[in-house]
Structures are given as structure tokens and as C-alpha cells.
């Protein structure tokens, strides 16, 4: 995980948050493998010892992802 890549995928939630895995995977320029590391470092996982500004939620086939309360916090978007 790169901080450039941190900042990028918290910087495109913070304008629109609610994206799909997929799409914020496009726009970042990102393998799906890549972002699901990065997810495990911005979620909330104890056993990664997450970060808790990213989650990601179940919407029927999609995964979609959303800055938690201390996401939006950190991002100013509270």
C-alpha cells in the first residue's frame, strides 16, 4: 500500500462516496487485489489492525464502499 494510494481512494470518497469496488479500482488505476490490501489497511478489521475510515457494504451483487463516521471526520466531509 502506497500513501498516494491511501490518500487518492479517501480523496474520491470524500467527493463521492458510496462508489463500487470495481469503479474505484478504475479510477484509481488499481488491481482488485491491490485495493482489497488497501481496504484491509483503511477498514475497520482487528485482525489487520484497520484504520477505520473505509467500509464496505453488500449491495446484492455489488460490494460498494463508504467513508465510516471517522473517515468523513479526517476527510473534513463530517
Known amino acids: 500500500m502506497t500513501e498516494d494510494s491511501a490518500l487518492a481512494l479517501l480523496q474520491l ?3 463521492e462516496d458510496g462508489q463500487s469496488i470495481h469503479r474505484v ?6 488491481g482488485l487485489s491491490e485495493l482489497q490490501r488497501l481496504l484491509s489497511a483503511l477498514g475497520s478489521d482487528p485482525r489487520f489492525d484497520g484504520l477505520d475510515l473505509v467500509e464496505q ?3 446484492g451483487d455489488r460490494t460498494v464502499l463508504w467513508l465510516t463516521s471517522r ?4 476527510c473534513g466531509t463530517a
Open 13 to 15: 470518497l470524500a467527493q
Open 25 to 30: 479500482a478504475k479510477r484509481l488505476g488499481l
Open 57 to 59: 457494504r453488500e449491495d
Open 71 to 74: 473517515g468523513r471526520q479526517l
